[in-house]
């Protein structure tokens, strides 16, 4: 099945440093990936729809300049939050569906495992 | 808009009990319907989908029907294990909107021995 692989799993940072999250799609070509963050008991907060070979989509709210959103190629996109602060704690999750838009209306979403930031 | 709307827990069951997690929608269009399962300091999992009114969904004993009359997507288990704790997602996704999912809220499940 769809796999992405999302590094690193946890990380900690100094406030005012950077860091950046990978997610990659296994075996398959990500068209779309998708950016979450989500606040302890809490639900999934879309950030940002990741379009290969081109800017990235952001939601109201979302500082496009803090969080830094490449997508490359068809597997690999990443999440750079920079100059991190304590208030960017948080756990950050990217999705990608199998083929285009039309087959995750079918089949869902593959998510990767998820990044525990923790700025200190 | 669309949107999704689930129980609110922690919904706490002993092992072996039979488990409800109600969750209902609203949607323009005809969307496909998802539940996924989060374990903790994990991302999300697929758990069962439908696409259509009447479907139902199944997966490691877990079932969800499509009630379009309803416009709901209960989840069922009949009988639950310990190791089934986790935070269940009720989701949509709407063929007339943009694709991307629409979330409810999450429903923590904890099972006892």
């Known amino acids: 099945g769809a796999v992405v692989s999302q590094h690193p799993s946890r990380v900690i940072c100094k406030s005012g440093t950077s860091v950046k999250i990978e997610c990659r799609s296994l075996?398959?070509?990500?068209?779309?990936m998708f950016w979450y963050r989500q606040f302890p008991k809490q639900s999934l907060m879309l950030m940002a729809t990741?379009?290969?070979?081109?800017?990235?989509?952001?939601e109201q709210g979302v500082e496009k300049d803090k969080f830094l959103i490449n997508h490359a190629s068809l597997t690999l996109s990443t999440l750079t939050v920079t100059s991190a602060h304590p208030e960017d704690s948080s756990f950050y999750i990217c999705?990608?569906?199998?083929?285009?838009?039309?087959?995750?209306?079918?089949?869902?979403?593959?998510f990767g495992s998820g990044t525990r930031l923790t700025v200190v | 808009g669309d949107s999704v709307t689930q129980m609110e827990g922690p919904v706490t069951l002993s092992e072996e009990a039979f488990l409800t997690i109600n969750c209902t929608y609203t949607a323009t269009g005809y969307p496909s319907l998802f539940w996924y399962v989060q374990y903790p300091g994990e991302g999300l999992q697929l758990l069962l989908k439908a696409t259509k009114a009447d479907d139902k969904g199944s997966n490691k004993g877990f079932e969800a029907t499509y009630r379009k009359e309803t416009t709901s997507f209960h989840l069922e288990k009949g009988s639950v294990q310990v190791s089934d704790s986790a935070v269940y997602f009720c989701a949509l996704s709407d063929k007339r909107g943009s694709y991307i999912p629409t979330f409810g809220r999450g429903t923590s499940l904890i099972v006892h021995p």
């Open positions: 999705s990608a569906s199998l083929g285009d838009l039309t087959g995750a209306h079918d089949y869902g979403y593959t």
């Open positions: 990741s379009n290969e070979g081109s800017k990235a989509t952001y």
């Open positions: 075996d398959f070509q990500a068209t779309t």
